[in-house]
């Protein structure tokens, strides 16, 4: 199978770990290198730009979008929320193919350092495992 990573570069120290996390599940699993495609887009509102961008080559089994939004003071940490959920929502349909949500979205830093290889685990590899199973159930009901 072939994978795309899409990667926000707000938040680095986050979202690197988080791609590590699913980069290397992804290659635990079987998927070679070169099949494992990465991406960076600004932030996590283009996640879902830069998902349809992959989505439209055709090239691959699932799509990985990650990103991290921090709850601030002000209503922006709801609208991007609403936005990339929705976003990615919107391509699984349009694409039928799977697009997943590995984008956190805790109130503090070090909640998303806690889930991005911290005391909570690495949700990079929640996010390549969904990835795996959903682009095979795909494969199972369509052969």
Not at 52 to 70: K, S
Request: with cysteine; net charge negative; aromatic share 6%.
């Amino acid at each position: 199978m072939r994978f795309a990573i899409v990667v926000s570069e707000w938040n680095t120290e986050v979202t690197e770990a988080l791609y590590n996390g699913a980069r290397e599940t992804l290659l635990k699993f079987g998927a070679s290198a070169t099949d494992v495609v990465r991406r960076n887009v600004p932030g996590s509102f283009e996640l879902t730009l830069g998902a349809q961008l992959m989505a439209e080559r055709h090239e691959f089994d699932a799509i990985i979008c990650i990103g991290v939004v921090i709850q601030g003071e002000t209503k922006h940490f709801d609208f991007i929320c609403d936005a990339v959920s929705k976003g990615i929502t919107d391509l699984n349909m349009k694409y039928n193919l799977p697009v997943i949500f590995g984008v956190l979205t805790p109130n503090t830093m070090q909640q998303a350092l806690d889930r991005a290889g911290g005391v909570h685990g690495n949700k990079g590899d929640e996010a390549a495992i969904t990835a795996i199973k959903m682009a095979a159930l795909k494969k199972e009901l369509e052969a």
